[in-house]
C-alpha cells in the first residue's frame, strides 16, 4: 500500500509563515509529480502548487510569490513553505502525489488525509 502523510499545519496570526511537509511511504516504485491542494469550508477544492519530478513548479495566482513547493525525491518528501499567510489562505491542505507502485501497475493518484492551516486576521 501507498500512504501520503501531512505535517505542519496548524494556527498563525497572518503575516505569519507555516511549512508543511508530506511523506510517501509503503511500496513506490516511482513518483511523478506532487502538489498541494485546499479545501476551504463551503468551495471546491483548488490547486495551489504543484512541482515534477525535476522540479518544475506550478503555483495558483492567488500564491504567487508567497509560497513555494519543494521536494526531496530521496526522502519521498513534498514540501510547502507558507509566508505572509493571510485570512483566505485558511482551508485544509491536502497532499498529492502521482506514484507507480512497485508492482509496475499504472500510475496513480494519491492524497493525503490533510492538515488544517488557519490565518487569523
Known amino acids: 500500500q501507498v500512504q501520503l502523510v501531512e505535517s505542519g499545519g496548524g494556527l498563525v496570526q497572518a503575516g505569519g509563515s507555516l511549512r508543511l511537509s508530506c511523506v510517501a511511504s509503503g511500496s513506490i516504485l516511482s513518483i511523478f509529480a506532487m502538489g498541494w491542494y485546499r479545501q476551504a469550508p463551503g468551495k471546491q477544492r483548488e490547486l495551489v502548487a504543484t512541482?515534477?519530478?525535476?522540479?518544475?513548479?506550478n503555483y495558483a495566482d492567488s500564491v504567487k510569490g508567497r509560497f513555494t513547493i519543494s521536494r526531496d525525491n530521496a526522502k519521498n518528501t513534498v514540501y510547502l513553505q507558507m509566508n505572509s499567510l493571510k485570512p483566505e489562505d485558511t482551508a485544509v491542505y491536502y497532499c498529492?502525489?502521482?506514484?507507480?507502485?512497485?508492482?509496475?501497475?499504472?500510475?496513480?493518484?494519491?492524497w493525503g488525509q490533510g492538515t488544517q492551516v488557519t490565518a487569523s486576521s
Open positions: 512541482i515534477t519530478s525535476s522540479g518544475r513548479t
Open positions: 498529492n502525489a502521482v506514484i507507480r507502485k512497485a508492482d509496475w501497475g499504472p500510475a496513480q493518484d494519491y
